[in-house]
């Protein structure tokens, strides 16, 4: 599965940007998502 994001203003039909993908378990891609939003750094809406 990936993680994208979306910014304010962004069409959600299309695909956002690609911050990670996630597989496995409930479980396991819960944890995987914790790491990847907690390494993603969020100011305003952008990656920085």
Known sequence: MR???YR???DV???GDVIG????????????LRVIL???SLNNG???
């Open 46 to 48: 952008l990656v920085t």
């Open 21 to 32: 993908e996630i597989d496995g378990n409930p479980r396991e891609m819960g944890r995987q």
């Open 3 to 5: 993680v994208s994001l």
């Open 8 to 10: 304010p203003g962004d």
């Open 38 to 40: 907690e390494d993603t």
């Open 13 to 15: 039909e299309v695909e």
